[in-house]
């Protein structure tokens, strides 16, 4: 069965403390994986797609990257604007289903 | 301004009484679905629609029912609502199903008393 899990499920990081999040996925074979972020009471906004095991993509201070396994969001330098739900999702061949992680809840303290 | 629009943003029923939300994307998208988000649970997916007169089953399908008469629109609908159908409910569309990025609406939360 496909399925993603993302971890931590909060985190908490003072202004300015780098830190990553992780998606682990299991899938039969990945067509796409992504990452959105969530603001209270919003959307989900999306933010990037990566289709293969070493493939990396930035957007001012957040890099995503890609492994067989799993994909980690590098947060840089983070600002208390960053604060907000991180999504993972994944989208696997042989269908068009997009199935979504729990999220991860970032804190961002100035 | 390229936007997918829900209505309404909030809605309390009660159970039994048939209810529908809106859904409209004016991007000209080919592929929307419906998701309902619970805490802890993520974002599940309840139908999807690859395009006009095509609709499937998501992961969650049971209780809910769709259409998709029109390219913009894709109502869900609640024959008999239940309280377990109380979620925070997510509309989306991207220009086609496959490895697409989605554009999700505004969410309608829903409580089924």
């Known amino acids: 069965e496909d399925q993603v899990t993302q971890s931590p499920e909060a985190l908490r990081l003072q202004e300015g403390e780098s830190s990553s999040l992780n998606c682990s996925y299991t899938?039969?074979?990945?067509?796409?994986l992504f990452w959105y972020r969530q603001d209270p009471g919003k959307g989900p906004e999306f933010l990037f797609t990566?289709?293969?095991a070493g493939e990396e993509k930035e957007k001012e201070r957040l890099k995503a990257t890609l492994t067989k396994k799993e994909s980690f969001l590098h947060i840089t330098a983070p600002k208390p604007e960053d604060s907000a739900t991180y999504l993972c999702?994944?989208?696997?061949?042989?269908?068009?289903?997009?199935?979504f992680g729990a999220g991860t809840r970032l804190f961002v303290k100035a | 301004e390229a936007q997918v629009t829900q209505n309404p943003r909030y809605l309390i029923t009660v159970t039994g009484k048939k209810l529908t939300v809106t859904c409209s994307q004016n991007?000209?998208?080919?592929?929307m679905s419906w998701y309902r988000q619970d805490p802890g649970l993520g974002l599940r997916q309840i139908y999807y629609?690859?395009?006009?007169?095509?609709?499937d089953k998501g992961d969650v399908p049971e209780g809910y029912k769709v259409s998709r008469k029109e390219k913009r629109n894709f109502p869900l609908i609640l024959e008999s609502p239940s309280p377990n159908q109380t979620s925070l409910y997510f509309c989306?569309?991207?220009?086609?199903?496959?490895?697409?990025?989605?554009?999700f609406g505004s969410g309608t939360q829903l409580s089924v008393l």
């Open positions: 989306a569309s991207s220009q086609a199903g496959f490895v697409e990025k989605l554009f």
């Open positions: 899938v039969s074979g990945l067509r796409g």
């Open positions: 990566l289709y293969s």
């Open positions: 999702a994944v989208q696997a061949t042989g269908g068009f289903k997009t199935i």
């Open positions: 991007m000209n998208h080919e592929y």
């Open positions: 629609s690859m395009n006009v007169e095509v609709t």
